[in-house]
């Protein structure tokens, strides 16, 4: 079975930094693209980060380009997201998600998806 777990939420002070990691079981994300997606309430999930498959492409959404870096260790099978200058906006559930060979950050591209880490950034 095919799975991912986000851990590594929390509540934040601005400024402050988490690293989100997103782990896999049932598959290996060699060959996957995988995303980090975000959603506040009352907004639409958008696309953070994402890395494709193994020669590490990344795309980093302007909104957080400088702050937030994706990167993964397949012989961890797992993708993470270090999060520095966290700001009271940058507060929402975070997903992960993959995409068999894929190279997009489309969230509509993505097959697989975890059940999200709550992000707050707030003093």
């Known amino acids: 079975q095919l799975q991912l777990v986000e851990s590594g939420g929390g509540l934040v002070q601005p400024g402050g930094s988490l690293r989100l990691s997103c782990a896999a079981s049932?598959?290996?994300?060699?060959?996957?693209?995988i995303g980090w997606f975000r959603q506040a309430p009352g907004k639409e999930r958008e696309g953070v980060s994402c890395?494709?498959?193994?020669?590490?492409?990344?795309y980093v959404a302007d909104s957080v380009k400088g702050r937030f870096t994706i990167s993964r260790d397949n012989a961890k099978n797992t993708v993470y997201l270090q999060m520095n200058s966290l700001k009271p906006e940058d507060t929402a559930v975070y997903y992960c998600a993959a995409d068999f060979y894929g190279s997009s950050c489309a969230k509509d591209e993505y097959d697989y998806w975890g059940q999200g880490t709550q992000v707050t950034v707030s003093s």
């Open positions: 049932g598959f290996t994300l060699h060959y996957y693209a």
């Open positions: 890395i494709s498959t193994s020669y590490g492409g990344t």
